[in-house]
């Protein structure tokens, strides 16, 4: 089993660009997460989805969008990046009645 | 409002030492504690968990002690070993949620 997988590992953007971050699992889990972290800062939750097909903001969503394209697959795109958004991104998933989160490899977004 | 604190960003212990990680809370509804180990360039992984019905939780090196009325955990790490140096985040979960609020880390260094 891979886990919880991400890509790209490493991503330079322009301000204005858009990107989409690409996140799988193979735990058969039904809830999803998408993180960032910031130096000083901890990991904070961006957006997060309890089970296919439903997703709720967390505590830092504005400048982002997500997609539960199935129960594997959880996307999370900028759509005009800014430099704001330089941040290293983890996704991950958990089963909800074990409450443990399995984190993926992290992906190193620079936005120039 | 930070609802989890880890105040000492950083600690240094000598190998074979004990190394003593503190967590503090305010959210009186959080009922499962969780330690993540992250080392650089890569994702969290799970380390130990305690529930709020136990005040002990020991598993090897590591043991998670948890004070509720003064809502705050510890994480021991006994003896302590070069490849132990990591971030730790302690990461409460609150009743009826998935949800996971990270404190800001404590960077771990074992010197020989």
């Known amino acids: 089993n891979a886990g919880v997988t991400q890509t790209p590992k490493f991503q330079v953007l322009k301000t204005g660009q858009s990107m989409t971050l690409q996140c799988a699992q193979d735990?058969?889990?039904?809830?999803m997460y998408w993180y960032r972290q910031d130096p000083g800062m901890g990991l904070r939750l961006i957006y997060y989805?309890?089970?296919?097909?439903?997703?709720d903001k967390g505590e830092v969503p504005n400048g982002y969008n997500v997609s539960r394209l199935n129960k594997r697959e959880f996307s999370l795109r900028l759509e005009s990046a800014a430099p704001s958004q330089t941040s290293v991104y983890f996704c991950?998933?958990?089963?909800?009645?074990?409450?443990?989160?399995?984190f993926g490899p992290g992906t190193r977004l620079l936005v120039l | 409002d930070q609802q989890v604190k880890q105040n000492s960003p950083s600690l240094s212990v000598q190998e074979g030492r004990i190394s003593i990680l503190n967590c503090d809370y305010t959210n009186s509804m959080f009922d499962y504690f969780l330690w993540y180990k992250k080392y650089p360039a890569e994702g969290p992984t799970f380390l130990i968990s305690i529930s709020s019905i136990k005040d002990k939780n020991e598993d090897g090196r590591f043991t998670v002690f948890l004070n509720k009325s003064a809502k705050h955990l510890s994480l021991h790490i006994v003896p302590s070993q070069p490849g132990d140096s990591a971030v730790y985040f302690c990461?409460?979960?609150?009743?009826?949620?998935?949800?996971?609020?990270f404190g800001t880390g404590t960077r771990l260094q074992v010197f020989p």
């Open positions: 735990m058969n889990h039904n809830s």
């Open positions: 991950a998933s958990s089963d909800y009645r074990e409450g443990t989160q399995y």
């Open positions: 989805s309890a089970s296919e097909g439903t997703t």
């Open positions: 990461a409460p979960r609150s009743y009826n949620t998935d949800k996971l609020i």
